[in-house]
């Protein structure tokens, strides 16, 4: 298998479940030198363990902070480059799910969605754009989804934050571009994660009856996307939104 | 006043002349010292010095001598 990803510096946020995770995994039969990210190191753990013992040889290392922190974004970049020096990959992964009608959103709820889905691209979107004009170019890779695309009752604050991370990647594939920083986005719809699994059951046949293909997506079909988008196969390829969600109607 | 390597890197990284750095030089004062060409300037005191300035600094780096005193916050 040729590998794809060969000596890139990749740092993943949000990998310890889900979608981050199974791009971890990929990625390491890929050969990238891996930078795991979550909030706390423990939730890294069992990635980390499978990586090590699918891929002795892969190198993967674990930077702990929360990306809704703009204090501990600044502190795990200055981390990341003692470690790396340079960076070829940001996956802006990390994110939360917290659905309510709009009559009883909070302002809280408001705050910690955007600070998590939305802010949290920007935050390492700029330290990660310095680290990699370092090494004269790189990719960005943002999770938006379906729902920021398309709408959904129950979703005005997930929708608008994922929403607000298509605005963000449109913009800085324009900016970063000169620079040979690639910036793309990856819109997931309905994907088995444990984020989905916290769906009532008959929301859950809801969304699924609504997918053209007729199954749910598997986090490794979003994590082939990103590996496309991270890699030279898609040397020419910058503003794109890529929708991985089976022809899902809502 | 700042020392050479600084002056060469503000050169190169505004296109001009060392003679025209100058204690009195500060962001957006000449046309050459623009957004661009200050993160082109963050750039090279990045890669030149080996460090990975935070935000603020790079929002509050508006002279030369201001630049060479954040320079020497991150070689302590």
């Not at chain 1, 790189?138 to 934050?161: C, D, E, K, P, T």
Request: charged share 20%; hydrophobic share 45%.
């Amino acid at each position: 298998m040729e590998k794809l990803l060969s000596k890139k510096k990749v740092l993943i946020t949000g990998a310890g479940s889900g979608i981050g995770a199974a791009t971890a995994r990929l990625f390491a039969a890929h050969g990238a030198e891996l930078y795991l990210n979550a909030r706390d190191e423990l939730s890294l753990a069992e990635v980390v363990a499978q990586i090590q013992h699918d891929f002795p040889e892969s190198n993967c290392e674990v930077i702990a902070f929360d990306v809704s922190d703009p204090d501990a974004v600044k502190a795990g970049f200055q981390t990341l480059f003692k470690k790396a020096k340079s960076l070829d990959v940001l996956v802006n992964n990390a994110g939360i799910l917290d659905d309510a009608l709009i009559g009883m959103v909070s302002a809280k709820q408001v705050e910690r969605t955007f600070a998590s889905n939305s802010f949290s691209v920007l935050y390492c979107s700029q330290y990660a754009s310095r680290l990699m004009q370092r090494s004269g170019g790189g990719s960005i890779i943002n999770l938006s989804s379906i729902i920021g695309r398309v709408g959904n009752q129950g979703q005005a604050v997930y929708g608008g934050s994922k929403a607000a991370v298509i605005g963000i990647t449109l913009s800085l594939a324009k900016e970063l571009a000169a620079a040979q920083i690639r910036v793309n986005a990856v819109a997931p719809g309905f994907i088995e994660t444990p984020m989905t699994e916290q769906l009532p059951a008959e929301k859950y046949q809801q969304r699924l009856d609504s997918i053209a293909m007729g199954h749910i997506g598997k986090a490794t079909d979003v994590a082939n996307s990103i590996l496309f988008l991270a890699s030279d196969m898609s040397a020419y390829v910058t503003g794109q939104v890529l929708g991985v969600d089976g022809g899902m109607l809502i | 006043m700042i020392d050479n390597k600084l002056k060469t890197i503000f050169a190169t990284a505004l296109g001009i002349d060392e003679a025209a750095i100058s204690d009195e030089l500060t962001y957006g004062s000449i046309p050459e010292w623009d957004s661009t060409a200050h993160m082109m300037l963050v750039a090279e005191i990045e890669s030149q010095y080996d460090i990975m300035l935070d935000t603020d600094d790079i929002i509050d780096m508006s002279s030369p001598a201001k630049a060479q005193t954040i320079i020497a916050k991150y070689q302590d």
